[in-house]
């Protein structure tokens, strides 16, 4: 199976109805070139400070010869606007249906995969909740924005349509992986239980993404969305953000005392 594609200004309906089929498309038209370079300014200075490993490891999750920095929406305004999109915000609420009153980020990451990396480990971003049998319920959404051309050859994210709907005894095959190759500005989307992992790059040019990932309300988040937002930058906020990263309770789940949080 191919990986879809769609433009950005597509109806709802058919990307949600193609990501539900695939659990994964390409949406093109996604962020304009000024837009890109903006936020790849805005991050300049924190990725130069991110380590890029030489030595790899191959039973490592995390491949050598890449950079990867989070806590995004402390950084970068044009991430906050990014995981506020209103079209990835439909999705997920198609997504997620009723199995949550509201959805909230799951992770923030910037990564650039550099020339000589490996390609990572197949693995789904549902894989945290192992306690759910596969195929799980509906649990997380990903996308992957991407601030510069992805392309086989620089390490394009791997993906297995159709693999959102396998149970445990359903392995991989080889011939079953594609990459996402797209153009700068586009953005991948996949659903939390299809299997992908980043290519290797066997190019001579640095691959730049941005992972914004989306779970139920009542979930966990991967990354701790209250400390890679700091107190004194969150009270700087709009309510939108503060929703995104999970200050509203759900149902009865969240609550705090004002009185407290306000002396903090």
Known sequence: MK???????????????????????????????????????????HMACAKVSKDDDGTEFYPGHTRRISSLLA????????????????LCERHFGNNCERHHLHVSAALEIGPGARKQI???????????????PNLVLATMWAMSDFTAANGATLLIPGSHTWDAQRPPTQDEVVAAEMPRGSVLVWLGGTLHAAGANVSDSWRYGIILSYSLGWLRQEENQYLALPQHLAAEMP??????????????????????????
């Open 75 to 90: 950084r970068s305004e044009g991430v906050r606007e990014m995981a506020l999109n209103d079209l990835v915000k439909r």
């Open 239 to 264: 309510n939108e953000v503060l929703d995104l990263i999970g200050y509203p309770m759900h149902g009865s789940l969240g609550f705090y005392d004002p009185r407290v949080a306000t002396q903090a």
């Open 3 to 45: 990986i879809p594609h769609h433009r950005a200004g597509d109806p709802l309906d058919d990307i949600a109805a193609t990501l539900a089929n695939a659990g994964c498309c390409v949406l093109h038209d996604m962020h304009s070139t000024k837009a890109s370079a903006d936020v790849v300014e805005q991050l300049k200075a």
């Open 122 to 136: 197949l693995h789904r971003e549902e894989d945290p909740f192992d306690f759910f049998p596969l195929p799980r």
